[in-house]
């Protein structure tokens, strides 16, 4: 079980703990606000009251003098709930009405008193007095009239009714306050415990993956909150570097194995120039010859960089507005003369011109790779060779498709055709290094498209599938 200072230290806990801490300094405004503006309303509600009890009393005054006042005063006061009445004689003695004793002083001043007084009302019992004032005391405010004949008239209203709802309004919000502050510290307590096992199985694993476990991920428990949301997102960097380092691995091997040969290669036919003993124009060939082979391994390093540089995401390449159909257009006129050389007959295709936003050379690149293997194979096809490049666009991608009708290559052979330095059994006769179609997909994936390799019986058609959410 995970300890409180545990939880404490983590971020989701912290957070929760200064929202709770904001939201009861909220509380405690809203609770001292209302009980205070209910106070308000009630206190305004009673001195309206007492005015219009006062303006009644001051009619019936009007109409009938001191009797009649006393009169009315009487039957009002004998009344269940009544106001507070009280006549007394210029010294403050009282005379008559509904109140038995006064707080010191406070017949000395006339309008509204200017704080809350203490009471007690006539004939009532002690047992029947709540104590809210001193002694059992009532508290109530009043309007203090002077009559001309110098008697005193009181007119005032109990507040003991105020006092109740204030109270009640200031417990109900406190319980309120209370039962949303044990909630609040409930949801905090389990949600940060349950947070600090999913960072703790987090870091297991980060660790176990650190110690060497490149096959291990991070869980993921499928409720698609913001930890599975980054444990994906992690595992997918996981499998993208577990993909890098595959990818290493096999180039690492791929160079040993495939450029031993030439590398040897070069390195005895320096060495047999140079026992040979022969002429001038047999050792220039010889410097051909390895110039040539040189040229061929620079370029075999070259797309090996380029393609781990793609595939890796990295490249120095900046991309632009390009027509696709002008590339295709110079790469057939780029390799018409080595079609015409092999008697092949390479033809291009545009139903549409397409623009989007690429690299020209890169995409140039890919798809001399793909007309140049296709005419490399085709050259020796039984029927008539042919190899058609063509351009086709859809409502939502385009297609620079590369037919031939060579010998094809198998279907369960054209996904590892692929891989850089594959070079199937058919092709071994055929100069290369394995890399043309391993560049192309690697210039795809950098524009966000995709590779296809399909074919009948015989022939293959080679197909750079561009997305046109990225055309202008």
Known sequence: MASMPAIMRTTAARLSALYLILFAICAVFLVIYMTSLSVRMLTAQTREAIHEEVASLDQAYRRGGLPRLVRVMEMRARQPGANLYLIADATGSILGGNVESLEPGVLDTTGWTARPFAYLRYGETRSQRDGTGPSGYHNAVAQILRLPNGMILLVGRDLGEPEKFRKVVRRSLMAALGMMGFGALLIWFFVGRRALKRIDSVSEASNEIMGGDLTRRLPVTGTGDEFDRLSENLNSMLDRIAALNEGLKQVSDNIAHDLKTPLTRLRNRADAALRSGADSAACREALEQTIAESDQLIRTFNAILMISRLEAGYSAETTQPVELDAILADVVELYEP??????????????????????????????????????????????????????????????????????????????????????????????????????????????????ELSGGERGLAVAMVFPLGKTE
């Open 338 to 451: 080595l079609a015409e050389e092999q008697g092949v007959a390479l033809v291009g295709t545009v139903e549409e011109s397409v623009r989007i936003d690429g690299n020209r050379e890169l995409i140039g690149q890919a798809l001399s790779n793909i007309v140049d293997n296709a005419i490399k194979y085709s050259a020796g096809a039984a029927e008539a060779p042919h190899v058609a490049v063509s351009l086709e666009r859809s409502k939502r991608e385009a297609r620079l498709l590369v037919t031939d009708n060579g010998p094809g290559i198998p279907a369960g052979d054209r996904e590892r055709a692929t891989e850089r330095f594959v070079r199937l059994e058919a092709s071994r006769s055929q100069p290369g290094s394995g890399l043309g179609l391993s560049l192309a997909k690697a210039v795809m994936k950098f524009h966000g498209g995709r590779l």
